[in-house]
């Protein structure tokens, strides 16, 4: 979900720095021809899969927790999606932008599904239980602060939002989905209370995208420096 005031159009933007290779050149504009409406359509297979599998008791012994389980999973690999969007451009020249709001609030809506899940189907509700989990459970404290997180970003992904609070103010309050990724990661190694590979690789590749942020944003300045020396 986060930066530029380019998504306020959906037409793609020139990579920068380097021309494009080909293939990556001839690829962003094979995109331009899929339709955003189709990321989410695609986006929500898994969702409307896994609530079917568990109406029709597909879902193995324990449904509530599979369902739980992959839709918290979903929400990181999307969030994942949208946090490459910004490297591809800057390595490959591949332009993704178009799909970056989709991505993101794809991520939103698995986040607010596992949610639900758990609220209704895990605890039923049970408000007081909620929240001694919520205080008591460093997973559940650091899963429930990343979805706060998530909200407003949810809320201001609209042209609409981006006019009013100006690129700048907006591309700050987008720079959260750093922190709701990182939240995620965590999140998903402190459920697991072992060390199984899967959340250590959800972890390594948050880490890594956000390294290729701080790393550029360190750098950029200076080669600013150099080019005007
Ligand atoms: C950015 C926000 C979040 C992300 C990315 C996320 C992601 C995940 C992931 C990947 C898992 C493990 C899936 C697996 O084992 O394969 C998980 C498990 C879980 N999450 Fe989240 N989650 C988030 C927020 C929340 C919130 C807000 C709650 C509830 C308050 C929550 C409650 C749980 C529970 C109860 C489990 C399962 C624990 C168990 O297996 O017993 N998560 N989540």
């Known amino acids: 979900m986060a930066d530029t005031a380019k998504r306020l159009s959906n037409a793609p933007a020139p990579p920068r720095g380097a021309a494009a290779p080909g293939t990556a050149k001839r690829l962003t504009s094979a995109l331009q021809r ?3 409406w ?3 359509a695609v986006g929500f297979i898994p969702a409307v899969a896994y609530f079917a599998l568990g109406v029709m008791d597909e879902l193995g ?3 509530m927790k599979v369902l739980e389980r992959e839709l918290g999973e979903w929400a990181l690999i999307f969030l994942i999606a949208g946090l490459c969007v910004t490297p591809l451009r800057q390595l490959l020249g591949l332009s993704l932008l ?22 209704v189907l895990d605890q039923g509700l049970d408000w007081a239980a909620i929240w001694a989990d919520i205080v008591k459970r460093p997973y559940i404290t650091i899963g429930m602060a990343s979805f706060v997180l998530l909200v407003p970003l949810a809320l201001t992904s609209n042209n609409a939002s981006i006019r009013r609070l100006g690129a700048q103010a907006w591309n ?10 990182a939240g995620g990661a965590l999140h998903y190694l402190l ?3 072992s ?21 550029r944003r360190i750098a950029k300045p200076a080669g600013a420096r150099a080019a005007r020396a």
Do not use: C, N
Not at 172 to 181: D, I, K, N
Not at 206 to 212: R, V
């Open 38 to 40: 189709l990321v989410y």
């Open 34 to 36: 899929v339709p955003v």
């Open 61 to 63: 012994a324990d449904p």
């Open 98 to 119: 178009r799909f970056r709001r989709a991505l993101g609030l794809l991520a939103f809506w698995y986040v607010t599904l596992h949610l639900v899940t758990y609220l």
């Open 191 to 193: 459920v697991v209370k």
């Open 172 to 181: 700050r309050l987008h720079t959260l989905v750093y922190l709701a990724a």
């Open 195 to 215: 060390w199984p590979l899967e959340p250590l690789i959800y972890a390594a590749i948050i880490a890594t995208l956000l390294a290729w942020r701080g790393w």
